[in-house]
């Protein structure tokens, strides 16, 4: 998932921005970040159908993220000198066909491999849209540009997210799958009338825009021109930052992706949708806060997202009882839906101290992060899910909160500043 650290976006009207274009990636945006978490919402479905464990059936979650995460910044690096709108067109179509098969697949093997396609080409859609957002935007509106086009990700997963849910359970979950395929036809149609072509990147020197998969932060700049991987980590704070993302994301994953079998478990498994959209719902309140404090209020943003996270996720380890799961997904949603503008503002604010080249370097170390965070999140929820049940998967996201909120409490200087 792609974010940024703008917060909520602006209205477009009064900005000058270009508002049809930008709404047509943002809804770009919607759908691959849709369609990375549908199978959270449809999982016990999918695996009755495919004959396999629920656990089995969360590693479409994760081979997703691989995808992305395996080859987002190479390919990113790799199509640097070509023309960015058909990229995007052709990314886009790579990405229809995916979700198709992904619709139809006949067995799990195939779920498999139409699933990893689809991570590779969301990665690359990612890898473009941010940059894309910021070279259509007139000047100085560029940030305000991103987070138009950004907001695709929380719309997905409060409104998205809990619809696929809901498709699923009134008419299967490959329905909910091929729901996606029309309106991504329609999205390119969208993108290849309204979107204004712009030239080649690394021929205007302006490098090669980078991105993100899933609720993750955009990544920018030409890998020639970013200082060493060492030399960036060894900027203060910017190690804990990493450390940070990469505990939070996978506490947040290891539960999220199978979310439906715990359910299913507290009794609530009939109520999924309603419960994630609750989780979405808060998850834009968070958005909205954090865009209107990330500037003054950073360091207590982040430290209270991830005592939320915590919080709620321990309850969850704790008991299944209804009033307490629903106030959990509420609490749970608060504190998760910042969490990314908060952690690549972190990011980019500690290694800016070594420079503009650091700090591409550090979003694009996030990326990678973010993205192996959530593959292995995947794995490791349906081991647990598996040997030892739902509540051992809770039990391990409050053990990785509580790991994420101690390395934030502890990065008051460099990494989580007070401003």
């Known amino acids: 998932m792609t974010t940024t650290a703008s917060g909520a976006p602006p209205r477009t009207r009064e900005s000058g921005l270009p508002r049809t274009a930008l709404l047509a990636l943002a809804t770009a945006v919607f759908i691959t970040s849709l369609t990375e978490t549908l199978p959270a919402g449809v999982l016990p479905g999918m695996a009755a159908s495919l004959d396999v ?93 991103i987070a138009v086009a950004m907001t695709g990700i929380p719309v997905a997963l409060s409104l998205g997210v809990p619809a696929g849910t809901l498709i699923g359970e009134q008419a299967g979950w490959r329905a909910a799958f091929g729901a996606v395929s029309p309106a991504t036809l329609a999205v390119i149609g969208w993108i290849a009338v309204s979107v204004p072509a712009v030239g080649r990147p690394a021929a205007e020197g302006t490098g090669t825009e980078g991105g993100t998969g899933t609720e993750g932060p955009a990544a920018e700049g030409p890998a020639a021109d970013r200082p060493g991987l060492r030399r960036t980590l060894a900027v203060p704070g910017v190690a804990a930052v990493m450390v ?46 954090v865009g209107r404090l990330v500037d003054r209020r950073p360091r207590a943003l982040m430290v209270t997202g991830a005592a939320l996270f915590t919080l709620a996720t321990a309850a969850l380890a704790v008991t299944g009882v209804h009033p307490v799961v629903w106030t959990a997904a509420v609490l749970w949603g608060l504190g ?31 990326v990678t992060l973010w993205n192996a965070a959530m593959a292995l999140g995947g794995v490791i929820g349906g081991a647990l899910l598996a040997h030892s049940g739902a509540g051992a998967v809770a039990a391990t996201a409050a053990a990785l909160g509580g790991v994420a909120l101690l390395v934030v409490a502890g990065g008051r200087r460099h990494a989580f500043p007070r401003t």
């Open 53 to 145: 464990g629920a656990g089995a059936a969360g590693q479409s979650v994760t081979v997703y993220a691989a995808g992305t995460a395996l080859t987002a910044i190479p390919l990113a690096a790799a199509t640097a000198s070509v023309p960015r709108k058909p990229l995007l067109l052709a990314a886009m179509a790579v990405f229809l066909v995916a979700n198709t098969l992904t619709a139809v697949a006949p067995g799990y093997a195939v779920l498999l491999a139409a699933r990893f396609l689809a991570g590779v080409a969301a990665g690359l859609a990612w890898a473009i849209l941010a940059g894309y957002a910021r070279r259509i935007a007139p000047a100085g509106s560029e940030g305000r540009a």
């Open 244 to 289: 940070a993302v990469a505990v939070f994301v996978l506490g947040h994953t290891v539960l999220y992706a199978y979310i439906a079998p715990y359910l299913r478990h507290a009794g609530l498994g009939p109520v999924t949708d309603a419960v994630l959209l609750a989780f979405g719902v808060a998850c834009l309140l968070s958005i909205w806060c």
């Open 336 to 366: 998760w839906g910042g969490a990314p503008t908060l952690l690549q503002t972190a990011a980019g604010r500690a290694a800016s101290r070594h420079g503009a080249a650091a700090a591409d370097t550090a979003q694009a170390v996030l």
